[in-house]
């Protein structure tokens, strides 16, 4: 009779025991809070002729952004497109790169598209166009994901949040206009997955970490799209990331929290609001329409450099409150200048960025949400004065 000494069971069950606990830690351990900025406009706003200004005078935009206190940069990705010189992957590495040098992560978003992606349009690049069967278009889109993120890391410019597409309210690579268009779900889940399969091949291959994060514009989508998404089979994500615009969205900034906490019990994943914006002012500097003018205002909160303070602070503290992740503005250096963009000479932004175009181009008071000691319940916000 083969007898079994007590001590190496002990021994083994006291090593599960702390195995067990290290685990519930770290489960318990909530997910790294990030507050930055999408600074995609930097380069091409830079090479147009602006110069950025704090309190010190003129500055690389990145370090005024990572001395502000912000810990990621948001950039964007077009596959290959021919119509501008930016946001493609080499203007995202010199982009990357100025974030690296500047301590701040990078979380990149893949557009999947030749140029902007959105809820009512999810344009295939033109490289795409003639793959007609979807499981070739799905094994291509997931070489390009892992592909490109396997170039940025043998750079040393691997992010560490990627984006599986940009505003997915829709179905992805399709025809120029989608809106009103059903879902194909079975197609859409499939690609979604195979970007998703690209992320995680290249963060297998690298040996670094990647969140994958699945993006859907405004509050009140996020669920009736979440559900079908996750029938379909799309469940190897780590983060939801929402776009909330006062001025497009039906919720309230109270309500944008109850989404947020309703979906994290719901889903098990972190939330993130990584898009949204606030006018200082509804003047304008330039000829260009403002896209966010008296009808993007919410109440409360005017249309002024302190106003669109408290507007950030407030949502933050809503975000963090409801159990959120973080917060990432758009787009704070998209200011006016002397170059064109597809919408005309300027920027029809210049007026919800976080620069101030009467003192060219100094930091606003908005800029202080990106400091982390007012997430402190018992410690006040930044001063307005």
């Known amino acids: 009779m083969n007898c079994i000494s007590i001590r190496p069971l002990r021994s083994a069950l006291g090593w599960l025991l702390a195995i067990a606990v290290v685990a519930v830690a770290d489960a318990a351990e909530p997910a790294t809070v990030y507050f930055g900025g999408d600074l995609s406009y930097v380069n091409e706003m830079e090479d147009c002729g602006a110069r950025y200004r704090d309190a010190s005078g003129t500055r690389d935009p990145y370090q005024i952004f990572s001395e502000a206190g912000a810990n990621i940069v948001r950039l964007r990705l077009w596959h290959t497109p021919t119509w501008t010189d930016y946001s493609n992957l080499a203007d995202v590495k010199r982009s990357a790169r100025r974030a690296r040098d500047h301590g701040m992560q990078v979380m990149l978003a893949f557009h999947y598209s030749d140029t902007w992606a959105d809820p009512q349009k999810q344009e295939i690049p033109a490289a795409w166009k003639s793959i007609s069967d979807p499981g070739t278009l799905a094994a291509e889109l997931q070489r390009y994901t892992r592909d490109t993120l396997l170039d940025l890391d043998r750079e040393g410019l691997m992010p560490v949040i990627v984006g599986v597409g940009n505003e997915i309210n829709t179905e992805i690579l399709r025809p120029a206009d989608t809106s009103g268009t059903p879902i194909n779900w079975p197609r859409n889940a499939a690609l979604i997955q195979a970007g998703i399969r690209g992320v995680r091949e290249a963060a297998a291959q690298s040996g670094k970490p990647i969140r994958v994060l699945l993006h859907i514009a405004q509050p009140e989508f996020l669920e009736p799209w979440m ?55 509804t003047a304008h500097q330039d000829k260009m329409g403002n896209l966010l003018g008296d009808e993007a205002l919410a109440a409360g909160y005017p249309a002024s450099p302190e106003g669109q303070h408290r507007y950030l602070i407030d949502l933050g503290r809503t975000i963090l409150d409801n ?29 919800a960025t976080l620069f101030d175009f009467r003192k060219p181009h100094r930091a606003l008071k908005g800029m202080q949400f990106l400091a982390p000691g007012w997430r402190n319940p018992a410690q006040k916000a930044p001063s307005t004065d």
């Not at 959120?324 to 007026?351: D, H």
């Open 227 to 281: 559900e079908p998404a996750l029938a379909h089979g799309v469940s190897d994500f780590d983060i939801i990331g929402l776009s909330f615009y006062e001025k497009w969205s039906a919720m309230s900034m109270a309500e944008l929290g109850a989404v947020i906490a309703r979906a994290r019990g719901r889903y098990g994943r972190d939330l993130m609001v990584i898009e949204t914006a606030y006018p200082w002012t």
């Open 323 to 351: 159990g959120g992740s973080g917060l990432v503005y758009w787009e704070p250096a998209w200011v006016s200048t002397k170059c064109r963009t597809p919408w005309g000479k300027g920027s029809s932004w210049e007026n």
